[in-house]
């Protein structure tokens, strides 16, 4: 099931690490609860996925309440090591905004969480600068030193000694600074702010002709009419539909919909996601 849920990517060398980590201090009993940094890390299977997982996030690592997961974002396949890919946070029972993106790799992830802990869960890249300070204010950065002498930071110590970890400098911006870069990235906006990248290969009509289906203030969406946007609709259109449809959970219930997308989806050279699709 690992596999399927990867698809056409292998597993990153730095997630297998942790998990290894992870299944080791189980073993010695460091473990209280089985998390590792509050997180339960593994090379989840497709069903792993909730009903507002996109389509290209591959989940690895979850707190254990409210469906919340944490994946890696592929860009329809365009990410071409997991190890480069953005990392989002999905949060099933946040009907209205599930999806955020929390870190630009997964180097990045580890770090935060290991010196400024809850920052994956509460903060994303569309915080402001004055929220990241008000979470600093209550929540500062633990020190290296406060983890080689305090017992309650042991595994913290132990993370940050086996993978060299250094602490984000600057912070306060780094939010700020993640919101930046994936804007340059995006060509299309989408509902959960995350966007949606240019295929290479995909067409090259202007971005001001594309049109989309708003699904904003939408609660269910037909088969007719995905039809017949899916007619007409250029590559990077019917990514944003997807993005957007995931994101409002109008899909995962719908299976004449999921069915007629996944025949889609392999005519636009989306196997994985053409499988995932299924799953919930």
Known sequence: MA???????????????????????????????????????SDEGISARYLNTPLDVIPFARPGVDGI??????????????????IVRVSPMDFDNPVHVVARNIEDFISTICF????????????????????????????????????????????????????????????????????????????????????????KASLNNIILLNLKNKDEITLPEVKSFFETAVYEAKLVFLRDGYSKGLIWDQEDIKLFLSEHLLLMDLPDEAESIFYP
């Open 3 to 41: 596999k399927l849920n990867y698809g056409k990517y292998e597993i990153p060398e730095r997630l297998k690490q942790i998990i290894e980590l992870q299944q080791h201090l189980n073993e010695v009993d460091q473990l209280k609860y089985g998390d590792l940094l509050g997180y339960y890390f």
């Open 69 to 86: 997961h944490f994946g890696f974002l592929t860009d329809f396949g365009q990410v071409k090591e997991l190890q480069e890919a953005y």
């Open 116 to 203: 400024y802990p809850d920052s994956m869960e509460i903060l994303d890249m569309t915080s402001l600068r004055k929220e990241v300070l008000e979470f600093l204010c209550h929540n500062p950065m633990i020190p290296k030193e406060t983890m080689l002498t305090n017992q309650e930071y042991n595994i913290h110590r132990i993370v940050c000694e086996k993978f060299q970890l250094k602490p984000i400098g600057n912070f306060e911006n780094y939010f700020h600074l993640l919101h930046q870069q994936r804007g340059l990235d995006a060509i299309l906006p989408t509902l959960d702010h995350i966007g949606v990248v240019k295929k290479e290969e995909a067409t």
